[in-house]
């Protein structure tokens, strides 16, 4: 029984709103009003390859009534070795830890960067950034484990498709646990200026008896930038979790 999940999406959920002045960004294409035109077509990088940059938020509220990401409990179904990882873990929760997820971009503010074979991803969640290396190279054999894992990437047609392994056993992959088996795979599909499309698929045989997938969708902001947000400055919400830390 996945019986966090919700919790799980909802502490997930809890992040700052990016923010600057609405500082008028060079390069947006603009309606009569001056307003973006989140419709315009998809931008290129010079290689013709769709440009991803922009800072990005989730389509949904995640504090409103409906969890950003929904998932059904036949959706995920646990392998016997998944099951005996999940019960130490029912009640741990490494947002309340401060600790990074890599499904962060899921629900919280992030930011693209593309330049010279790599994709570069900011959170403003704690703070934490990814690499996503496209410049041919394979993942690595033996890893260092890391919060978030190493990606590489390669793209098929118009969409950016990311493979990433490597994780530590310190995190959950929402909403449950993981094995050194796991990869995350991404699909990142920039719909025109102002829309971008993604899917995540979890893969991990050892812990899931098949994989399962979650999209979301996000919209670009233009006009403004990242905070700063700092999740152990003042958090007080680790001593209210009850069970296993």
């Known amino acids: 029984m996945l ?12 992040t700052a709103v990016a923010q600057w002045l609405n500082y008028p960004a060079p390069g947006i294409p603009r309606l009569a009003d001056g307003k973006p035109n ?30 950003p990401v929904e998932l059904k409990p036949e959706d995920i179904v646990l392998t016997p070795q998944g099951k005996a990882l999940q019960r130490p873990r029912e009640n741990y929760f490494p947002g309340a830890r401060c600790l990074p997820n890599v499904l962060y971009l899921a629900v919280a503010p992030f930011k693209i960067f593309v ?11 704690d703070t934490t950034f990814r690499q996503i290396f496209i410049d041919g190279r394979q993942l690595p054999q033996d ?21 990433t392994s490597g ?19 991404e699909h990142y599909r920039r ?3 102002g829309h971008l499309e993604i899917q ?12 399962w997938t979650i999209k979301v ?19 007080k919400d680790l001593k209210h979790i009850v069970g296993a830390k």
């Open 217 to 235: 969708n996000s919209h670009l902001t233009p006009d403004t930038e990242l905070m700063e947000y700092i999740c152990n400055e003042n958090e």
């Open 200 to 211: 995540f698929t979890i893969d991990d045989p050892k812990v899931y008896t098949k994989p």
């Open 143 to 163: 890893p260092n484990p890391t919060f978030m894992g190493y990606s590489v990437g390669k793209w098929e047609g118009d969409t950016l498709v990311v493979d």
């Open 191 to 193: 719909r025109d200026f």
């Open 167 to 185: 994780f530590n056993d310190d995190e959950l992959i929402l909403p449950g646990p993981h094995s050194d088996a796991l990869h995350i795979i």
């Open 3 to 14: 019986r966090n999940l919700p919790l799980l999406l909802i502490a997930l959920g809890t």
């Open 115 to 125: 330049s010279r074979g790599t994709v570069v991803m900011l959170y403003e969640h």
């Open 38 to 67: 989140l419709s315009a077509p998809v931008p290129h990088t010079p290689d013709g390859k769709p440009d991803l940059s922009g800072l990005w938020t989730n389509d949904a509220d995640p504090l409103g009534p409906r969890p």
